[in-house]
Every structure is written in C-alpha cells, then in structure tokens.
T-cell receptor, first 114, second 109 residues
C-alpha cells in the first residue's frame, strides 16, 4: 500500500537553529500539506502546496517557515530559527486532488527545541 | 475562514453503550473526513464523506453528513475498549483541509 514517508522521526535542535523536515508524498498525488500538533492538542494547519507553489497558509506559517519541492519527489518544511514553542509533531499529508479520495498522513516528525 | 467545531472534546463511556460525536463547520465544503489518532501515532483515515446524506459504516462506527446543516456525526455503537482514541473530523474546501479540536474517547469496561 502506498504511504507518505517522513524523515527524521525525531529531531532535537537548539533554539535558533534551522531545521528541515522531509516528506516523500505518494507519487501520483498533487496536493501536499504540513500540519503541526503540539502534544495532545489540536492538529493545526500550516500550509498547502500545489503545482509547485503555496496554495494556502495559516497565520502560524510566518516568515520563519518555508516549503519547497526541490526535486519533484521530496516535500520539505524549513524552520529558519527555531523557538521553544515550535516543539511539536509535524505531519505531512498528500492527496490525489480528485473527489472521493482520502488524504494520507505520514508518521510524523517529533521536533524538540531545547 | 473555514472553522470546524467538534463536541464533545472528552467522552468517557461504558463498554456496550452508544454515543455520537458531532462536527459542525462554517462554510461549504468539498469533503469531510473522520480520523482516528492513537497516542503518539499519526492520523488514520476512517471515512471520507462527499455529498449530502452520505452515510458510511465500518464496524461499530458510522459517519453521516448533512451539508445543509453543515454537520457530520460519528456514531459509536456498542463501544468496546479498542475504540479508545482521539477522533478528529476535518473539512476540506478547495483542498484546504482544517481539523476540529478532536474528541478524546475513553471506553471503560
């Protein structure tokens, strides 16, 4: 069964450092998403991406965040200067983009900022 | 802005009982999803609902959609301990998917 793959599974970084979270969406999917979930809390939308550009972004997705699809397969989320409050699970999801299809989520990256 | 509200946020039920989780949303939508999340895990897709009156069932869970009322329900029948998890609804409009706050379900023997 096709799946969305995220790496690393766990990343520990010092405050102020840059991190890049990686996702490999399902190959024929067209829409990609990043969400974050602070432990035990709501799943928060960060950004959606289609046709090599940002489709929608939330108020959380400020200038510290960026996304790109550098090579047609990977989909990355970069946080330029991490803060303690960026500690969370980050989930990538992808969807084909047609009706009657489900969104598939990766297993997540647990980011810990110390 | 698309907003999604779920209730209750916490639900403790006895095995064998029935209950319903509600999901309201603020604008028209293309798809409505129900997900299950176990502690420390990712989101597992349960149902995708597209059209008004859609009803889907899988085991003890049944989801329905009323697009006119902008309401979806997730009905649990004869709950068992294995159903203990957090359940999220999510609404997708123009491929912009937003989640409700989640319902943490605990099923007690």
């Amino acid at each position: 069964e096709p799946e969305v793959t995220q790496t690393p599974s766990h990343q520990v970084t010092q405050m102020g450092q840059e991190v890049i979270l990686r996702c490999v969406p399902i190959s024929n999917h067209l829409y990609f998403y990043w969400y974050r979930q602070i432990l035990g809390q709501k799943v928060e939308f960060l950004v959606s991406f289609y046709n090599n550009e940002i489709s929608e972004k939330s108020e959380i997705f400020d200038d510290q965040f960026s996304v790109e699809r550098p090579d047609g397969s990977n989909f990355t989320l970069k946080i330029r200067s991490t803060k303690l409050e960026d500690s969370a699970m980050y989930f990538c999801a992808s969807i084909v983009g047609t009706m009657n299809t489900e969104a598939f989520f990766g297993q997540g990256t647990r980011l810990t900022v110390v | 802005e698309l907003k999604v509200e779920q209730n209750p946020l916490f639900l403790s039920m006895q095995e064998g009982k029935n209950y319903t989780i509600y999901c309201n949303y603020s604008t028209t939508s293309d798809r409505l999803y129900w997900y299950r999340q176990d502690p420390g895990k990712s989101l597992e897709s349960l149902f995708v609902l597209l059209s008004n009156g859609a009803v889907k069932q899988e085991g003890r869970l049944m989801a329905s959609l009323d697009t006119k009322a902008r309401l979806s329900t997730l009905h649990i029948t004869a709950a068992v301990h294995d159903l203990s998890a957090t359940y999220f609804c999510a609404v997708d409009r123009d491929n912009d998917m937003r989640f409700g706050a989640g319902t943490r379900l605990t099923v007690k023997p």
